[in-house]
């Protein structure tokens, strides 16, 4: 485990390096209730970069992360490709905190963070498009990230297909990666190229 004193003893570059050698070492910038979510919430650093290097397609490419959490993809996601502009969006204000605490610390500029629903979110701004199954809190029995949202079978459907026509409405050649969706909210024009990680992992390049 990398610790905060090792950190001191390295160069600026190495130091953000160790922040991102592996999944532990990352969650120690986060208080450890936020680490403790990780696991089923928070995506894994090979899954980022793996995206990440996915949704780079030219210098200045934006994508937004559709329920970006305490920033974890979009942290990562700018460490690996420092030429594209991570956006993340956060329905939770708390969680969004975290993000930009940790984004203070790793002093990473081509990223950002929005406490705001994705309904208020203008897609038009963003290029491409990270998904890791957000509304799936709406199904799920256990391992909530809290209890202070609403949760519904009606919600996951509302935003699924409020999603749906968002990526309906985007130019072709926009590209779209999703981690463990049940892909209720992908138009049929965007065509599977790609998958990895047991199927769970998936790239999509609207045509």
């Known amino acids: 485990m990398v610790t905060f004193a090792a ?3 390295s160069t600026p570059a190495e130091c953000l390096d160790n922040w991102f050698s592996n999944d532990v070492a990352f969650h120690e910038l986060y208080p450890a209730v936020i680490s403790q979510l990780a696991r089923r919430h928070w995506t894994p650093l090979r899954v980022a970069r793996k995206a990440a290097a996915f949704l780079r397609t030219g ?7 559709i329920g970006s959490g305490v920033g974890k993809f979009c942290l990562a996601a700018a460490h ?15 969680l969004v905190e975290h993000a930009r605490i940790a ?9 950002r963070f929005l406490a705001a629903n994705i309904k208020d979110v203008c897609f038009k701004q963003f290029d491409h498009f990270y998904f890791y199954n957000s509304f799936y809190e709406n199904l799920a029995e256990s391992e909530k990230i809290d209890q202070e949202m609403p949760c519904s079978l009606e919600l996951f459907e509302r935003y699924s297909y409020y ?13 779209l990666v999703t981690y463990h969706s049940l892909e209720t909210e992908i138009p049929a024009d965007f065509h599977l190229v790609q998958t990895e990680i047991n199927g769970y992992l998936k790239y999509w390049i609207k045509v």
């Open 7 to 9: 950190m001191h003893l």
């Open 59 to 65: 210098k200045e490419d934006r994508v937004l992360d």
């Open 80 to 94: 690996a490709e420092p030429t594209v502009q991570f956006t993340g969006v956060e329905l939770r204000p708390w």
């Open 103 to 111: 984004q203070q610390k790793l002093g990473l500029k081509n990223v």
């Open 163 to 175: 999603l749906y026509k968002q990526l309906a409405n985007r130019p072709a050649g926009t590209r």
